[in-house]
């Protein structure tokens, strides 16, 4: 497989909106199903590349999407958790189908070189449940540490667990 990460196009982003939640659904990550709210925002990948409020990133296999990332440089709207000098990453997901191939990790490896490449960024932020082991490797495997302090609650009794990797 020649995994190519590069920005999604916008004749990609319901494909890639579908691979996210069916992702996210796939895996329980979310508490309602197809009733939770988030499921419209990870499918609305329009509103995140829109005025270049994030790069939303997209890994191919020739012309195939395997999966995608968003990755907030410098605040903005969808930042959650990056503070003054961090960039994070979000709604990391693979399809089923490419699971196991290194599509998350080409993912994950080019939001730190944006991250490197963003003047002022000291720290690249990322937030992910319990739940994630495998994604837990990679980033451990990549030198994110666990950030405990910086754990949150989106909602109340809905911990997510922050990793930083110092750039």
């Known amino acids: 497989m020649d995994i190519v990460i590069r920005r999604a ?11 996210t939640a069916q992702a996210y659904l796939g895996d329980g990550l979310l508490d309602f199903g197809e009733d939770d709210a988030y499921l419209h925002v990870l499918r609305d990948v329009a509103a995140r590349a829109r005025d270049r409020a994030a790069d939303v990133l997209v890994a191919v296999d020739r ?3 395997l999966g995608g990332v968003t ?3 410098a605040g903005g709207p969808f930042a959650d958790i990056a503070r ?3 960039a994070e990453f979000r709604m990391l997901a693979v399809s089923p189908h490419a699971r196991g ?3 998350g990790e080409a993912l994950v490896r080019a939001c730190v070189a944006r991250a490197r490449a963003t003047d002022g960024c000291r720290r690249l932020m990322l937030s992910t449940q319990r739940t994630m082991h495998t ?4 980033y451990e495997r990549l030198g994110f540490v666990r950030t ?8 109340p009794g809905f911990t997510l667990l922050t990793y930083g990797l110092e750039l």
């Open 101 to 103: 191939r290194g599509a």
């Open 148 to 155: 405990p302090d910086r754990d949150w609650e989106p909602l």
């Open 9 to 19: 196009e916008p004749a990609e982003y319901e494909q890639l909106g579908e691979i």
């Open 63 to 65: 012309d195939r999407i």
């Open 135 to 138: 994604a837990h490797r990679i």
């Open 84 to 86: 003054d000098g961090e």
């Open 71 to 73: 990755f907030v440089g």
